[in-house]
Each structure stands twice: as structure tokens, then as C-alpha cells.
């Protein structure tokens, strides 16, 4: 049986970006360079390169620790287009991805692996794009040349309408890919970057359930204001997308499984999301990576079973992210129904033994 090598070939992987001398957090460079591109949370022109390094290095030591793989791009050794490219170290923003297996019996599996390219609301962001997909295509071949007892397939589309990765968040529990979307109206152009119709190009290519929620200004992308944890949790800015969004939220994630909406959403405060708060990153079911938080927060969390360690990420909140953004997650597989319907997924991945 194949269940093992699916498991060694989706282990959890990473790709980050090394914000080297390309990466420029500093309000003014990015007016000059691409124009009124800096978000609201881009007010510090005040930025230390190698205090920059030291922190990157030391958030892929703990992705070690935490047993999780990673490809670390060298950008200084990239031939960048036009010189620069300021966001390139946001590795969550070019692409979203996802794993689907399919057993038709016991000796016939196949992992179909979906890649779809942004499509950027910056179009000064637009040349990341190619620099992720040489990654993630050979990640991709690597992985299928060392597993060839595997049925391994690439799918690969770019998104026609505007549609950028970090609106994009799985959630594992409920086996939904939660899409962020731009307000109607919003008039930042770093505010709300993915437009609603790409959620169903998504749909329609994956078959995958989503569930589309509207960022609102001055937050951008879902991961600024949502994160989902393995347990079923959310950790969540309400403040940050519409009051109908959170209403469905409340309602498509819980309250028609039953459970406890207030049990099950952590609610941050404004100060909380401002450093960056829902921009966690899960490195196991009940394990969180979170950047630094406030004591009540991090009690709140920890008090519905998780270990949160706080991982000091300054030098990159100045430019608008963090944790989450920072990492490319190329292997996230999906679970039918979700970990509440298949909690052993992650020892069989629900296959047929």
C-alpha cells in the first residue's frame, strides 16, 4: 500500500523568500518606485536590513523546529525585473494551491495538484508571480520523480479576474477554502485585492467548498483578519470585514454544525490586528506561530488548548505582514468534509486502507 509515500510526498513545505537588498518596507520607496501603493500600515519610512535578516533567519530555524520543510530563496542571487521587487519576501501573495487525493481502490491513488497564479491588483507585483511558479513547478517535479509508484498531476490556471494569494486561507477543520474579497467602493489600492468573481474560478476548477468573506479597509487580504485553526478555532478581527461577512462566518462555520460561535471565534482587538495578530501560522493541530500579541490575547488562546509562541517579525509588519505572509504553503491537502467530519485524515488521509 501507497499510504505512507502520500504521506512522506505532503509533508508540509514551505517556500520564503530572503528579504535580502531587494525588500524595502519604507512608505516612501514604494510611492516613488510603484506609485500610491502603500497601505495604510505602511507608515515607517525608520527600516533595519540586518535586524530584517536576523528575523527571517530565525522564523525559518523555528519552521525547522517544528518539523516543517523549507525552500529559503537566496532573492539577492534573482535577476529581479526592473532592479527590485520591494514585496517579493510576502511569499503568500503569488499563487494559491491545494492538494486533492483520489482513491478509486486500494492500489490506485491519485494526487491532483492544483496551482492557480495571482493576478495582482499591483501590477508592479505582477513579475513575483513567474519567480514563485519556477518553485513551486519544481517542487512539484522533484516530488513526482521521487514518488513514481504515485499518480501525480499538475492542473495549473491564472486567475482571469484580480485575485491574490494571501485572500486565501484553508481551513482543514472544515475542509472549505475561505476567499476574501474587495468591498464594494473601496478605493485603496491596497485595499481588498481579490475580486469575488475569482472565487468561483476557483470552485469551478477545484471543487472545493468555499465560503467568500469581504475584507474591509484598511485591511487587505483575509489573512490580515482571519486565521483558522486546526481544532476548529478562528482567530478573528471582526472589525475587519463587513458585518455581513462576520455574520456568515459566525453562521456557515459553526452555528449550523451546532457549535458555539462565541466558543469557537477569538475575537481580536483593534491594537492585536494592528500588529498583525490574524497573520498566525498553524505548525500543527494544536500549535501556533503568532507574531508578538498582547498577554490577554495569547491567554485566550492558549485557554482553548493551543501553544502559541510569539515570533518577533517588526521589520516586516512595517511593510504590511507578517508570519502568514511570509510563506508560501505548497502543500496543503484537502480534506473532504473537514477534520470534523474525518479526524483521522492526517493518519490515513481518509483513504480506503
Known sequence: MHIENVKQALKRQFILAKPGTHYDPRMDTHIEKHGATASAFMTSNDYDPKKAEAQHAHYCALLAQHNIGTTIIDTDCIDMPDGKMHDLVYMADQHCSIYTIEQKDKDEITITYYLMLSNFANLSRQAEVDI????????????????????????????????????????????????????????????????????????????????????????????????????????????????????????????????????????????????????????????????????????????????????????FIKGAGALNCMKCDSNIVHIPGGLMRQPNFFDHFGLKI
Open 132 to 315: 514563485q511558479a519556477h518553485y513551486l513547478q519544481q517542487n512539484f517535479a522533484q516530488t513526482k520523480a521521487q514518488y513514481p509508484d504515485l499518480n501525480f498531476q499538475m492542473v495549473e490556471q491564472a486567475f482571469n479576474y484580480k485575485s491574490e494569494g494571501g485572500d486565501y486561507r484553508y481551513s482543514a477543520f472544515h475542509g472549505v477554502m475561505m476567499i476574501g474579497n474587495r468591498a464594494d467602493g473601496a478605493v485603496d489600492p491596497k485595499g481588498g485585492r481579490t475580486d469575488i468573481r475569482a472565487h468561483k474560478e476557483f470552485h469551478e476548477l477545484t471543487n472545493i467548498p468555499i465560503l467568500s468573506l469581504e475584507v474591509c479597509e484598511p485591511y487587505f487580504h483575509l489573512d490580515t483578519v482571519l486565521a483558522p485553526l486546526w481544532k476548529g478555532h478562528m482567530i478573528v478581527y471582526p472589525d475587519g470585514m463587513s458585518i455581513e461577512s462576520y455574520g456568515r462566518l459566525r453562521y456557515e462555520a459553526f452555528e449550523k454544525y451546532g457549535l458555539n460561535a462565541d466558543e469557537y471565534c477569538i475575537e481580536v482587538s483593534r491594537d492585536d490586528a494592528e500588529n498583525f495578530a490574524c497573520n498566525a501560522v498553524v505548525t500543527g493541530v494544536d500549535t501556533i506561530l503568532i507574531p508578538k500579541i498582547s498577554d490577554d490575547l495569547a491567554r485566550r488562546i492558549s485557554a482553548k488548548g493551543y501553544e502559541v509562541e510569539m515570533v518577533d517579525v517588526s521589520e
